[in-house]
């Protein structure tokens, strides 16, 4: 089993910045990649952007060249920093991790006004 937990999200206006964070605790060993997901009011869950174990950061093209997905490994804690946030931005996110299993967090709620 795999815990995640986000914290980092609040209200910005636009052309603001946040840094989520998720930590990992449980079976971290067997996780073999790790990103972020955004859900909008009325809208479907999307994907924001992933980091495989192996390296090599995908993105949406929605966020790229605004935000950054990272992980430190040794505090089994992944990020995603959040630059230039446009109103658009606004949804919960929601860590996932993916290992035999797929494994989400509680999702942390941004807002972000005009």
């Known amino acids: 089993q795999v815990q995640l937990v986000e914290s980092g999200g609040g209200k910005v206006q636009a052309g603001g910045s946040l840094r989520l964070s998720c930590a990992a605790s449980?079976?971290?060993?067997?996780?073999?990649?790790m990103g972020w997901h955004r859900q909008a009011p009325g809208k479907q869950r999307e994907l924001v952007a992933t980091l495989p174990q192996s390296g090599g950061a995908n993105y949406a093209d929605s966020v790229k060249d605004r935000f950054t997905i990272s992980r430190d490994n040794a505090k089994n804690t992944l990020y995603l920093q959040m630059n230039s946030l446009k109103p658009d931005d606004t949804a919960v996110y929601y860590c996932?991790?993916?290992?035999?299993?797929?494994?989400w967090g509680q999702g942390t709620q941004v807002t972000v006004s005009s």
């Open positions: 996932r991790a993916e290992g035999f299993w797929t494994y």
């Open positions: 449980g079976s971290t060993s067997r996780i073999k990649s």
